[in-house]
């Protein structure tokens, strides 16, 4: 049974770096799935930040591509997310998943989330 | 960039009544890159529905999904007290999106 554990700072100061990591396991993060991150803010709907694949292939969000890297480390079953200049619109749950391809996309496996705030 | 929008925003029934939620695309999907979700309040998202219309591993039956190009609706037949929730759908295309989502709550 796979499993996602994401963790980080839950505290950000205004213009700084995001920094989270999805820890994969239960399976390998090399099998054929893609691994996303998406946001919640408080009390709103769900946003794709962006997705890696294990051979280190990526693809953002264009709303947030410019500040966004995701990047993938297979000996340690894991993949990160750095968002950079962060502002208060930031704030928000940032969960990670696992976007399974056959037999069709979806995020079938979710992490729990973690609540990341932009303050100073 | 494909834009979905759901409605209703909120759709307030009783336990046992059939719920149907609507999910407009602003181009048309691929039937295989959409989904739908349940979110429960301090919980992540669960995936409900794949392909438009199969049953993700241990959802009940009483949740369909159907639906093709820009027009998909989710269905629960007969309300359970642990279906009140809000349901997200998504599309999975160059960049993939989610629905502004549909509440469920207990009329």
């Known amino acids: 049974q796979v499993q996602l554990q994401e963790s980080g700072p839950g505290l950000v100061k205004p213009s700084g770096t995001l920094s989270l990591t999805c820890a994969v396991s239960?399976?390998?993060?090399?099998?054929?799935?893609?691994w996303s991150w998406v946001r919640q803010p408080p009390g709103k709907g769900l946003e794709w930040i962006g997705e890696?694949?294990?051979?280190?292939?990526?693809n953002y969000n264009p709303s947030l591509k410019s500040r966004v890297t995701i990047s993938v480390d297979k000996s340690k079953n894991q993949f990160s997310l750095k968002l950079s200049s962060v502002t208060a619109a930031d704030t928000a749950v940032y969960y990670c998943?696992?976007?399974?391809?056959?037999?069709?996309?979806?995020?079938?496996?979710w992490g729990q989330g973690t609540m990341v705030t932009v303050s100073s | 960039e494909i834009v979905l929008t759901q409605s209703p925003g909120t759709l307030s029934l009783s336990p046992g009544e059939r719920a149907t939620l609507s999910c407009r695309a602003s181009?048309?999907?691929?039937?295989?890159?959409l989904a739908w979700y349940q979110q429960k309040p301090g919980q992540a998202p669960r995936l409900l529905i794949y392909?438009?219309?199969s049953r993700a591993t241990g959802i009940p039956d009483r949740f369909s999904g159907s639906g093709s190009g820009t027009d998909f609706t989710l269905t629960i037949s007969r309300l359970e007290p642990e279906d009140f929730a809000v349901y997200y759908c998504?599309?999975?295309?160059?960049?993939?999106?989610f629905g502004g989502g549909t509440k469920v709550e207990i009329k």
């Open positions: 998943a696992r976007d399974r391809i056959v037999p069709a996309h979806a995020f079938d496996i």
């Open positions: 239960g399976g390998s993060i090399s099998s054929s799935n893609w």
């Open positions: 890696i694949y294990h051979s280190g292939s990526t």
């Open positions: 181009q048309s999907v691929s039937s295989s890159y």
């Open positions: 392909g438009a219309s």
């Open positions: 998504q599309q999975y295309g160059s960049s993939p999106r």
